[in-house]
């Protein structure tokens, strides 16, 4: 069927959110930033909204504040670090068996000046961004319900990355373990391989005839000074208003830049496989349908990467 790539569901408007008692949902890098956001949105619904993050005492805050605006959120936080896939598999292990009817991969790294590593020994950008997100991904899937999405928050730097993974030293190559270190080439290949992995993810789940989706999001270009006040996780200071100010027709704060990801959970219209980003030219603005690159989508790629992604972490999806 043909996808009509920017078009617009005129049930669908991300002030106005559907209602979701009853439902949890799952947000990764909750506790500030994009990922606050998307929590403090998917909260209004009424869902149960599981806040993971890195420390407890930034969940608290992140939970405080959500109720400042939605005083009848229901709320559990779940201390989870992706660079450290022990970590992982203890948060997954503390949400004792809960269902989940939704999973918005969020949290990330950005670029690093030098290269450091995770706490299980991989590069730490793509260990935090992909690694430990695929292999949280595999552990709950027991846990997602049928209808539930996984949705993975991309990023538009993606579409100028490549990933080379021919012949020896793939992995070596994907984790910059030689040769120069250069920080947003590596945070790019990172998203890259969160994309392709999501892509290749929901074509696993069809052929395995399973009921839950994967599809990807991106939030375009986000500034600090263009976010609104949320203190004390986020306070708005006027000289970083200004300054952004003047690239406000280009791009937007981090509440618009949660709308994707927020859409591509909610809108009953979305299936899996799909990409959704804002409409102004890939950087803000309404979330709409976007045609992912050949690369994201190549189904070799997508193979050879999981397949070494599996090796990485250690562990594979179950039936997948």
Do not use: C
């Amino acid at each position: 069927m043909r996808r009509a790539y920017g078009a617009r569901n005129p049930a669908w408007s991300v002030r106005d959110l559907p209602d979701r008692a009853g439902r949890t949902y799952l947000v990764t890098g909750a506790g500030s930033g994009i990922g606050y956001f998307i929590a403090e949105q998917l909260a209004s619904t009424g869902a149960e909204i599981v806040l993971a993050g890195r420390t407890a005492d930034r969940l608290s805050t992140a939970a405080a504040t959500i109720r400042g605006r939605v005083p009848e959120a229901r709320l559990r936080p779940l201390v989870l670090d992706l660079a450290n896939l022990t970590s992982v598999r203890a948060a997954v292990t503390a949400l004792d068996g809960t269902p989940l009817d939704g999973a918005v991969f969020n949290a990330g790294v950005l670029k690093q000046r030098t290269r450091r590593e995770t706490a299980d020994g991989h590069e730490l950008v793509f260990g935090t961004n992909h690694l430990g997100h695929f292999a949280l991904g595999a552990l709950l899937l027991p846990l997602m319900a049928a209808g539930s999405r996984y949705v993975t928050m991309g990023s538009v730097a993606a579409r100028s990355a490549r990933l080379d993974l021919d012949g020896p030293g793939a992995r070596q190559r994907l984790e910059s373990a030689a040769g120069p270190y250069r920080g947003f080439e590596v945070y790019k290949r990172s998203k890259l391989a969160q994309m392709t992995s999501a892509f290749a993810l929901d074509r696993r789940l069809r052929a395995a005839g399973s009921p839950v989706a994967s599809v990807v999001a991106h939030p375009g270009g986000a500034l600090d000074g263009l976010t609104p006040s949320r203190p004390p996780v986020h306070v708005r200071r006027a000289a970083a208003f200004l300054k952004a100010a003047p690239l406000a027709p280009l791009v937007q704060g981090k509440d618009a830049a949660a709308w994707p990801a927020v859409r591509a959970l909610l809108d009953p219209e979305v299936t899996g496989g799909q990409l959704w980003g804002p409409r102004l030219a890939r950087s803000r603005g309404r979330p709409v349908l976007e045609r992912p690159t050949a690369r994201m989508l190549d189904a070799a790629t997508g193979r050879r990467l999981w397949s070494l992604t599996e090796e990485a972490v250690g562990l594979a999806w179950p039936g997948l």
